[in-house]
T-cell receptor, first 116, second 114 residues
Framework: GENVEQHPSTLSVQEGDSAVIKCTYS??????FPWYKQELGKRPQLIID?????GEKKDQRIAVTLNKTAKHFSLHITETQPEDSAVYFC???????????????FGKGTKLSVKP | DAMVIQNPRYQVTQFGKPVTLSCSQT?????MYWYQQKSSQAPKLLFH???????NEADTPDNFQSRRPNTSFCFLDIRSPGLGDAAMYLC?????????????FGSGTQLSVL
C-alpha cells in the first residue's frame, strides 16, 4: 500500500517570500500526485496536480515538482500572500489490492501561515 | 451552484444515539466517498461506492455504515457514536474510479458527540 509523508507540519513565512512543502511516497508505481488546499472550516480544494510523465508543472504562483527516482514531490508557492494561509495536503493513489485501488491517501497536512 | 452538498453543516448527537449524515451531488459522478477528518489530521477514507458497489476500507469500524439509494445521494450512518467519532465528515465524488481522477469535496458535516 501507499504511505505518504509530508513535511513540515507547520510553516510560517513573511508575505512575499516563497514557501515549499515536501512529500514522499512509498509506491514507485504511483503516477498521480495532487495538492489540496483547505482553508479553515472549508472543503479541501484541488489547487494543482502532476502526473509522472512530467517533472514540473506551474500555474501562476504555484508549482509542483516531481522526482520519481527519489519518490518525492514538492509544492512551491512564490510571492506568498495572506490569502495563501491554509492547510495544504499532498496525496498519492493507493495501489494495494481490492476495491480501494486508485483512491487517494493524504499526507498529514502543512499549516501555512503568511504574515503580512 | 454547489456541486457536492452536505447536510447538515453541524450535527450534534448524544453518545450512543444513531446519527445519519447526508450527501448529494449534481455532477452525475459514478463514485462517492466518505472521509473522516479529525482536528489537525488528514482526511481518512472510510468507504466508497462505485455506482452501487460498496467498498469498505479494512480499518473502518463496523459502527459506520453507508447507503447509496441512487446516483445522486449517499448517506453515512453511525450506529452508536462514541466520543472518538467526533470529527468532520467529508463527502467527495469523482467521475470514475482510478488513478488521476479528481476528487470534488463537499463542505463537510462537523459532528459533535456529547
Amino acid at each position: 500500500g501507499e504511505n505518504v509523508e509530508q513535511h513540515p507540519s507547520t510553516l510560517s513565512v513573511q508575505e512575499g517570500d516563497s514557501a515549499v512543502i515536501k512529500c514522499t511516497y512509498s509506491d514507485s508505481a504511483s503516477n498521480y500526485f495532487p495538492w489540496y488546499k483547505q482553508e479553515l472550516g472549508k472543503r479541501p480544494q484541488l489547487i494543482i496536480d502532476i502526473r509522472s510523465n512530467v517533472g514540473e508543472k506551474k500555474d501562476q504562483r504555484i508549482a509542483v515538482t516531481l522526482n520519481k527516482t527519489a519518490k518525492h514531490f514538492s509544492l512551491h508557492i512564490t510571492e506568498t500572500q495572506p490569502e495563501d494561509s491554509a492547510v495544504y495536503f499532498c496525496a498519492a493513489p493507493w495501489r494495494g489490492y481490492g476495491g480501494s485501488q486508485g483512491n487517494l491517501i493524504f499526507g498529514k497536512g502543512t499549516k501555512l501561515s503568511v504574515k503580512p | 451552484d454547489a456541486m457536492v452538498i452536505q447536510n447538515p453543516r453541524y450535527q450534534v448527537t448524544q453518545f450512543g444515539k444513531p446519527v445519519t449524515l447526508s450527501c448529494s451531488q449534481t455532477l452525475n459522478h459514478n463514485v462517492m466517498y466518505w472521509y473522516q477528518q479529525k482536528s489537525s489530521q488528514a482526511p481518512k477514507l472510510l468507504f466508497h461506492y462505485y455506482d452501487k458497489d460498496f467498498n469498505n476500507e479494512a480499518d473502518t469500524p463496523d459502527n459506520f455504515q453507508s447507503r447509496r439509494p441512487n446516483t445522486s445521494f449517499c448517506f453515512l450512518d453511525i450506529r452508536s457514536p462514541g466520543l472518538g467519532d467526533a470529527a468532520m465528515y467529508l463527502c467527495a465524488t469523482s467521475r470514475v474510479q482510478g488513478e488521476g481522477e479528481k476528487l470534488f469535496f463537499g463542505s463537510g458535516t462537523q459532528l459533535s458527540v456529547l
